[in-house]
T-cell receptor, first 109, second 112 residues
């Protein structure tokens, strides 16, 4: 079993749609959780950290459920510029990052 | 402020050759990480330096890979001899704390 598992993609949505990505992690001792965004042939960039209380940044909302070992990302009013691969990431021992395989999002006009 | 830089951006070599990848972290960042993404797989951790010391090298695939960070500044990752399965994108990241790792643009390695 992979340490971090994500919804298979790709997600193809029209502009303005709301899209949700889900992710589960296997290590119950994990402490830090993130969503990264990766554009084609570019490096991953931190989108947002995920906290137990949930957190919001503009059109993006992240949620963490420790009991279910489940992380989600909700994007509202999606824009063409949101097209990218979204990576669910968990902090491992010593600070190393453990990545999911990523979910590709394509927002169409 | 300059970000993490990596050199070269692309490298195409033949099986059996040697390649050395370089990473320059953000100035002042003690933590330096190497990761790799092979085709169709997730990005995977290779190793972690704190200053010049190897903190965790549990992700290194085998002894054909050698990483160094002399002086605690830039790091090199040498693959010798390269095999076909070493092809992928090698990312370097640096941080001052575990919660904010900044990635370099990666080196795309192709072994023929």
């Amino acid at each position: 079993r992979k340490e971090v598992e994500q919804d298979p993609g790709p997600f193809n949505v029209p502009e303005g749609a709301t899209v949700a990505f889900n992710c589960t992690y296997s290590n119950s001792a994990s402490q830090s959780f993130f969503w990264y965004r990766q554009d084609c042939r570019k490096e991953p960039k931190l989108l947002m950290s995920v906290y137990s209380s949930g957190n919001e940044d503009g059109r993006f909302t992240a949620q963490l459920n420790r009991a279910s070992q489940y992380i989600s990302l909700l994007i509202r009013d999606s824009k063409l510029s949101d097209s990218a691969t979204y990576l669910c990431v968990v902090n491992g021992q010593g600070g190393k990052l453990i990545f999911g395989q990523g979910t590709e999002l394509s927002v169409k006009p | 402020e300059a970000g993490v830089t990596q050199f070269p951006s692309h490298s195409v070599i033949e099986k059996g050759q040697t390649v050395t990848l370089r990473c320059d972290p953000i100035s002042g960042h003690d933590n330096l990480y190497w990761y790799r993404r092979v085709m169709g797989k997730e990005i995977k951790f290779l190793l972690h330096f704190v200053k010049e010391s190897k903190q965790d090298e549990s992700g290194m695939p085998n002894n054909r890979f050698l990483a160094e960070r002399t002086g605690g500044t830039y790091s090199t990752l040498k693959v010798q001899p390269a095999e076909l399965e070493d092809s992928g994108v090698y990312f370097c990241a640096s941080s001052q704390n575990p919660w904010s790792q900044y990635f370099g643009p990666g080196t795309r390695l192709t072994v023929l």
